[in-house]
Every structure is written in structure tokens, then in C-alpha cells.
């Protein structure tokens, strides 16, 4: 057992029980901060896969700012300061069912795929992956015309979250 | 030396909890945070699979970047969705907010 | 290799060497001398915090023209450990309705975002923690942690005036985190890395000679995210009482408030190392540990700056403020990284590279100040051209009595 697969193996535990714990808890804003426990476990694992850079982009975007908003949400949507309500739909039992075999499928289509178990390959020495992905996102020849479609789509988004809930004053 | 295929495993768990979590939940914010875990399982396989095939082409690592700036945008957009139903209906209980059912 | 040019690795080396020779596999050894390399850095900087709250107060009275504590020890030195014997013998209550774990957590995450920004600091050219290739963006992704336990003290505790004060507060943090962002982005372009160390050692002239304005636009925004006035509003006591720490007493109010000053000097080691060189200073080749020593000094300009700001300047309303930002430092800072970037491509190998950039920056405020005058007086001139229609008014209802 390597240093890094114990590390594996004690971020993987601590993402799956949160993540458990985010599907199931009826306080709300105890499963927002459930999800970041999650997402800080998925920067983790990005940083164990050698991309620094969308590790720490993973905390500044998801838990700096999505987290964040989730909680305000949270907050702006209750009646009461200790509401709660039922957590589960009185189906849940066949959503426990639809995940279990989704999942199972997934595992035994994956099993049978011959890359399953493969090692990483090595990276070439002096990789500048930071360097890298730069230069992708910006060079005509790679992907500049997407990360130019996400700023529009970006700014959609924000025109339209502020128009929908905005309100004029005395409006009620 | 880690194999893909805990990766990859751990992504469809994720994956299969997010997805338990958006359909059982009764609460419309519970239903998000379901979403956000399957962003996040996508993101891990994407970047995994970055890693584990060629690490000198950066699609993966740029699709990921892109999945980062559309996920920012859907929750945005989705909570404010969220708060101004809030304001008319004063609930956000998924089944509730069955007006247009027959 | 040689004890005296890197005694701390030197150091790290003989302690993996003893572990080993006690029978530890080598990793587990070299993992183990880690930890003891971290909590002696934490140690040191705790303990900084410590004199540093003397600091904070003898700063504050010399501003007001006051002496300060000085009867505890001499010159007030061991005040702050009366302090720490206050805090810890005080009563911990909890309000009805507090959820425990939150409350609990909230002054521990608050102190563990601040101790994190550590990590990245260069100290001296062969001391600092870990060499991260994002460490500017490292620092923003750890602020935001802050972020989160300012809204979990002021939703736990249970308590409108702490959940008002922590919204107002958060909004006021995550609004000014984008100057900052790009503030923190033009010493990276400037110099080309992401890498703190690496800026501080492409830093042969100082960023502020050659981007003063972005140390004026760092500085403001650096404000905005301590919660320092001007900037305090939401820890005012005469506004809200004492914001996302209302229900807060005894160690873990002291948490917080030593976590805020120790994020302060942090911003302050911060500016030292974009923006006034970081360890560079005379000697630094000959013996590297005096960089030690440079960083510390202009740290201390650094929080010394930050201290004059706040005991001068009068608060501003929080409309005001995020008013501010959006109107002004966003878009002054967009337009402030385009023109470094291009001046710094147009300038870079030419021999008046400082002097240019220094001009340059200085044409760009003159500009920027010469637009904000325009508005200003035109804003003035509407609001006389109403008053003084309704004294036409007054005289007139007057003349007709």
C-alpha cells in the first residue's frame, strides 16, 4: 500500500459518506456543507491526478462561489429559521433502486474493457500542464472558440439569474 | 501506482448518489445539490481519463474547465429559477409546485 | 550541504535520517518530518499573532496620541497573554438553538483559512513551505474558505443581527475578491508565473515601481476582504452590534479576532512579496536566511500600512460599498490588466522598461482621476442647479407675504 493510495482510499471513503450524507440529511444547509465536503474531496483527487490547476480551480469556482450560493438559497427559501420539512418523496425507494443498477451496470460495462486496470502513464519531465492548458485554451487551433462560447454563455447566465430575480422596489 | 479503474468506480458511485439524490428529494434546492454531485462525478472521470491516456493533449483538462464554467451558469440560473417560485408559491417542495398537472 | 546556507533543510535532512535509523520506512519518515516542519511553522506564527495583538494596540494609540498598554511588563509586552488568560477563563455559552458542530467549527475553519496562507509564502530563498505552480491562485481559493466560516457563525448562532451582519459581510467579501483576483493577476503577468516564489524571484525591480496602481487597487481591495475599515461595517459595534460574532464569547471570540490580525499581517507578508520584493534585500546571496529578516521587516510596513488606513479613515455605508466595487474597481481594474499588459509587451526590452512603466501607470491614474472629476462635478452641478431652483422658490413665497 502506497502513501498515495492510502490517500486514495481515505479521501475516496470521506467523499462517498458525505456525498451519502448530502442525499439524505433534512437539514439543508447541513447538506450544503456536506457538498463541500465533497468537492474539497474531489480537489483532492484532482491534485493526486497531477492537474493542480483544476484542483484549486475546483475550490475557488465550486466552493468559493457555488457553495456559497447554495447556502444563501438555502437561507433566502425557508419560512421559518428552523424549518425543515420531510426529506424523501414517498418514492425514494424506487430512486434507491434506478441508482443501485445504474451503478451496477456502469461497474460490469466497465469491467469488461480492457483499459480498465491500466497504470498512469509517466509524465514527461518538466510537463508545465499549467503552461499547457493555456496555451489550448487560447490557440485557434485548439479551443479558443469554446472558452469563448463559455464567457457568452457565462454572461447569459448572469443577465438572466439577475433578471428573473430581481425585483423592482415596492414590488412585492 | 493507482489503476483507473478506482477512479472510475468512484465517479459512477458519485455519479449513481447524485442521481438517487435528484429523483428522491422532495425539497427543489435538495434536487441541485443532487446535480452538483454528477457534475462533480463527471469532472473526476474526464480528468482521469486525462491522466491515464495521454497527458500531453489537454482536451480532457479543457473540457473539464468548460463543465466548471456550465455548471457556475446552471446553478446561477437555477436558484434564481428557484427564488422567484419561492416568491409566488412561498414553497420550493418539488411536489408542491404542480400547477400545471392535470 | 552546508548547514549555514539552508539550515532548516539541512535540518529536515538529519531528522528523515534519524527517523530512518529508528527503523521507519523512508516514507513514512520523510512524511513525518513534514509534519514537524509544519507544526513548527504554525508554532511560530501563532505565536507572532501573539505580539502581534500588542502590536495592533500600541499602533492604534500612537495614531490617537496615546500611549497604549504599558504597565503589564515593560512597555506592555506580556499584555497579550493577559488577554489569552481573560479570554480562556471566560464562560462558554451557548444560545438556545445553536447547532453545536457548526458553532464549534466556524472560529476553527476561520483560523485553519488563515494558518493555510502560509503554505505559500517564500520567507527566505530556501524557506518556504511548498512550491505550488498556482500559488496566486492557491491564495484566492483558501480566502473563500474564510468566506464559508463567516456564513456558518452567523447562521449557527441563531440570531437575525449575526445572520444579517455574516450575509453583509460575505457579500462585501466575494464582491471585492475580483479586484484582488485581478490585482494578484498583474505581477503573474508581469512576470510570467503563477508560482509565488517564482514572482518574487522575478521581482529585479520592484512591482511597485512598476504597477503602482495595482498596488493601490490590491491594497483597497486586500481591505475589503480582512473586514478592516473603512470596510467594517458589519463589525461595527455601533451599527450591528458585533456581526457574525454576536453570540460569541470567551476563546472563540479570541479566535476570530486573532485569526483577523493574523490575516491582516498576512495580507501584509502578501503585499511584501508581489509588490516590495519579498525576500530580496542587500546580502540575500551571500547568506539566503537573511531573507528571512527583509520579508519580516517589509511585512510589518505592510500591516503598518494597513493599521494607518483603519485608524484614519471614517467607515463607509454598505451601499457605498459594493457600489464601489461594481462601479469603479471592477472595470478599473479590467482596464488597468489590459494596459500593463500591453505596455509591459511594447516596453519589456527596451533599457527604459521601469521608467516607462512607472509613467505610464501614473498617465493611467491622472486619466482615470480626470474622468471621476468630470462625473463628480457633474454631478454636483445637478444637485445645485436643484437647490438652487427651490431658493428661487423660497424667495419668491417670501417676497409675496
Given amino acids: 500500500m502506497t502513501a498515495m493510495q492510502i490517500i486514495f482510499l481515505i479521501t475516496a471513503a470521506v467523499m462517498l459518506g458525505s456525498a451519502f450524507m448530502v442525499v439524505t440529511t433534512k437539514n439543508l444547509v447541513h447538506a450544503a456543507l456536506w457538498l463541500i465536503v465533497t468537492l474539497f474531496g474531489a480537489a483532492v483527487l484532482f491534485a493526486t491526478l497531477n492537474a493542480g490547476f483544476i484542483a484549486v480551480i475546483q475550490v475557488v469556482v465550486y466552493i468559493g462561489a457555488i457553495a456559497i450560493l447554495f447556502i444563501f438559497a438555502v437561507m433566502l427559501t425557508r419560512r421559518t429559521m428552523s ?38 502513464p509517466a509524465l514527461p519531465s518538466g510537463f508545465d500542464s499549467v503552461g499547457a492548458l493555456s496555451q489550448a485554451l487560447v490557440s485557434p487551433e485548439a479551443y479558443v472558440l469554446p472558452f469563448e462560447v463559455a464567457s457568452v454563455l457565462l454572461l447569459a447566465a448572469l443577465v438572466g439569474a439577475v433578471y428573473i430575480a430581481f425585483q423592482k422596489k415596492g414590488e412585492e | 501506482m493507482i489503476p483507473l479503474s478506482w477512479y472510475l468506480i468512484l465517479s459512477a458511485a458519485l455519479f449513481s448518489i447524485g442521481l438517487f439524490g435528484v429523483l428522491a428529494r422532495r425539497n ?39 463543465v466548471f464554467a456550465v455548471a457556475a451558469a446552471e446553478v446561477a440560473v437555477g436558484l434564481a429559477l428557484i427564488i422567484s417560485v419561492y416568491r409566488r408559491r412561498n414553497t420550493v417542495a418539488a411536489d408542491e409546485i404542480d400547477l400545471m398537472k392535470w | 550541504m552546508d548547514f549555514w546556507s539552508n539550515p532548516v533543510q539541512a535540518a529536515g535532512v538529519w531528522l528523515t535520517g534519524v527517523f530512518a ?28 499573532d501573539i505580539f502581534l495583538v500588542w502590536t495592533e494596540r500600541k499602533i492604534v494609540a500612537r495614531f490617537q496620541d496615546r500611549l497604549g498598554p504599558n504597565r503589564v511588563g515593560p512597555f506592555g509586552l506580556i499584555q497579550p497573554f493577559a488577554d489569552i488568560i481573560k479570554l480562556i477563563i471566560k464562560e462558554n455559552i451557548y444560545p438556545i438553538g445553536v447547532d453545536k458542530v457548526v458553532f464549534n467549527l466556524a472560529p476553527v475553519l476561520m483560523m485553519m483559512s488563515v494558518l493555510l496562507l502560509w503554505a505559500v509564502l517564500p520567507l527566505a530563498p530556501v524557506l518556504f513551505g511548498v512550491d505550488l505552480n498556482v500559488g496566486v491562485l492557491y491564495l484566492i481559493g483558501v480566502g473563500s474558505l474564510g468566506t464559508l466560516s463567516i456564513i456558518m457563525a452567523g447562521w449557527s448562532s441563531n440570531n437575525k ?21 485581478v490585482a494578484l493577476l498583474i505581477p503573474t503577468v508581469l512576470s510570467g508565473k503563477m508560482g509565488v516564489n517564482e514572482i518574487v524571484q522575478a521581482q529585479e525591480v520592484w512591482y511597485i515601481v512598476l504597477a503602482p496602481l495595482a498596488f493601490l487597487l490590491f ?15 458589519t463589525e461595527a459595534e455601533s451599527e450591528l452590534i458585533a456581526g457574525h460574532h454576536i453570540e460569541y464569547s470567551g476563546m472563540k471570540f479570541g479566535l476570530f479576532y486573532a485569526a483577523e490580525l493574523l490575516h491582516t499581517f498576512t ?12 525576500w530580496r534585500g542587500p546580502w540575500v546571496e551571500q547568506v539566503p536566511m537573511l531573507g528571512l529578516l527583509w520579508f519580516f521587516i517589509k511585512a510589518t510596513i505592510g500591516y503598518w500600512i494597513f493599521g494607518w488606513i483603519k485608524y484614519t479613515m471614517p467607515r463607509i455605508r454598505i451601499d457605498k460599498m459594493l457600489d464601489l466595487n461594481w462601479k469603479f474597481l471592477v472595470p478599473f481594474s479590467f482596464v488597468l490588466l489590459m494596459f500593463i ?26 486619466v482615470t482621476l480626470e474622468i471621476l472629476r468630470r462625473r463628480a462635478r457633474g454631478e454636483r452641478e445637478k444637485l445645485e442647479g436643484a437647490k438652487h431652483n427651490d431658493h428661487v422658490v423660497t424667495t419668491s413665497v417670501v417676497h409675496s407675504d
Fill in chain 3, 161 to 181: 443581527f449575526a445572520l444579517l451582519g455574516s450575509f453583509r459581510q460575505v457579500a462585501v467579501m466575494i464582491s471585492y475578491e475580483i479586484p484582488m483576483v
Fill in chain 1, 83 to 120: 424549518e425543515t420539512g420531510a426529506g424523501l418523496n414517498p418514492n425514494w425507494w424506487l430512486s434507491a433502486a434506478i441508482a443501485v443498477i445504474l451503478f451496477g451496470g456502469l461497474a460490469w460495462l466497465l469491467r469488461g474493457w480492457d483499459g480498465f486496470s491500466k497504470a498512469a
Fill in chain 3, 219 to 233: 491594497l483597497i481591495s486586500a481591505t475589503a476582504e480582512l473586514g478592516r475599515a473603512p470596510f467594517d461595517l
Fill in chain 3, 21 to 48: 535509523g529508528w527503523g521507519m520506512n523512508a516514507d513514512a519518515a520523510g512524511i513525518l518530518t513534514a509534519f514537524i516542519g509544519i507544526l513548527a511553522l504554525i508554532s511560530v506564527v501563532m505565536v507572532l
Fill in chain 2, 28 to 66: 427543489a434546492v435538495a434536487i441541485l445539490l443532487g446535480i452538483e454531485l454528477m457534475l462533480n462525478a463527471v469532472n473526476i472521470n474526464l480528468v482521469s481519463f486525462w491522466r491515464y491516456n495521454d497527458p500531453t493533449r489537454m482536451d480532457g483538462q479543457v473540457f473539464a474547465v468548460i
Fill in chain 3, 267 to 278: 495580507f501584509g507578508g502578501l503585499i511584501a512579496a508581489f509588490f516590495f520584493g519579498g
Fill in chain 3, 341 to 366: 499588459a500591453l505596455m509591459n509587451e511594447l516596453l519589456r526590452d527596451t533599457s527604459f522598461y521601469a521608467i516607462g512603466m512607472f509613467l505610464s501607470n501614473i498617465l493611467f491614474g491622472w
